[in-house]
């Protein structure tokens, strides 16, 4: 595959490439498509107060929210397509990851000789668990971003925090919706959209029955790291190849575990970056308009899913749009929970 070329000369992707419009569009049609006319859900208790007294009834969809470009694009794009003062929930789901904990417990005893046991039950009453995941570092980064770049939406920024002991009670069930998947990968990431579905923090739930997911946007646009190694092993053929492999597993290896999850709790999951639209401008594009990895970086978006860091740039998300590709489960901290695991791979089957 050779490079797009003007006057003879390699195309750059620039904020100001008709790629980034192209995509802009599709994306735009896709949301507004996913997120207008939702009905609201049903009241479930007949006596209650009228709705219109709980402005937070009104919230007609929410968005599995780590702060990365992805979910943050398309929560940016929603607020163009949406009617003015509706609200929306922004899911940020973080656990309590024991070996986390203990590793930063470590650390802070290092540094001082003097913490005995008495002072390590003190150090680990001082930590934050959901502070040390790096999504809520992110979610809340962007969140702010949102609000200033959109400040007449109302957003709801709705921290879900996940102790250990509640992932060891709901694993089981967890284990069963994802089946057949069953290594310890999926569990992990299984675990991040279950809790996050469930929408629920300490002082609110969401009544949202329609949740938005990025799931699509690293497959289409080249977003993970095998894809840059794939184009220093292979080129752009190789890089191609990767791409669509990713693309033709997604079904099986995403949509159905991701969707079972879910629906327990009898929630909705839609995906705007696998609209018909959108895909066909992702299969149409020149792989140098999605992710030009032989190009060098320009104007401070890294070649991984550049239309879409220069799309968040160009709508006035410059922070989001530099946020590293960081898979849920690591972001979360849902993977390796237990110190015992820190040697467990991804890919090795679940010991149930």
């Not at 994306?27 to 507004?32: D, G, N, P, W, Y």
């Not at 709801?156 to 996940?162: E, K, Q, S």
């Not at 999926?186 to 923090?201: C, K, N, T, V």
Request: glycine share 8%.
């Amino acid at each position: 595959m050779t490079l797009p070329t003007v006057n003879g000369e390699s195309a750059i992707l620039t904020i100001d490439s008709p790629e980034v419009s192209s995509f802009h569009d599709s994306l735009r049609e896709s949301l507004r498509l996913r997120v207008r006319d939702i009905q609201l859900p049903p009241d479930l208790d007949l006596h209650s107060r009228p709705r219109k007294a709980c402005p937070e009834d009104d919230v007609r969809f929410a968005i599995l929210f780590s702060g990365g470009v992805d979910c943050t694009t398309m929560a940016r794009i929603a607020h163009d397509v949406l009617p003015a003062g509706e609200p929306v929930d922004l899911l940020n789901v973080a656990f309590e990851n024991p070996r986390v904990v203990a590793a930063r417990i470590a650390v802070a005893k290092n540094t001082s000789a003097e913490v005995g046991d008495s002072g390590s039950t003190a150090l680990s009453a001082q930590i934050d668990p959901y502070a040390l995941c790096p999504d809520r570092t992110t979610g809340l980064s962007s969140f702010h971003e949102l609000c200033k770049t959109c400040p007449t939406r109302p957003w709801r920024f709705v921290p879900i925090n996940i102790p250990y002991a509640e992932v060891l009670a709901h694993r089981p069930t967890v284990i069963h919706l994802m089946h057949p998947h069953n290594s310890e990968m999926d569990l992990s990431i299984s675990l991040a959209f279950y809790f996050a579905a469930r929408g629920q923090s300490d002082e609110y739930t969401t009544p949202a029955r329609i949740l938005l997911s990025g799931l699509g946007a690293d497959e289409l646009l080249g977003g993970y790291s095998r894809h840059s190694t794939a184009f220093r092993r292979a080129g752009y053929q190789g890089l191609l190849d990767e791409l669509n492999l990713d693309f033709l597993r997604l079904g099986k290896r995403n949509l159905g575990r991701d969707d079972r999850v879910a629906a327990h709790w009898a929630k909705e999951i839609r995906y705007p970056f696998l609209d018909e639209r959108v895909v066909a401008w992702a299969m149409c594009t020149p792989v140098t308009g999605k992710c030009p990895f032989g190009q060098g970086e320009v104007g401070g978006a890294e070649n991984g899913k550049k239309v879409l860091r220069l799309l968040a740039q160009k709508l006035g998300m410059p922070t989001a749009a530099a946020e590293a590709k960081r898979a849920v489960q690591f972001g979360a901290r849902s993977a390796k929970m237990s110190v015992e695991s820190r040697r467990v791979k991804g890919t090795d089957g679940l010991v149930v």
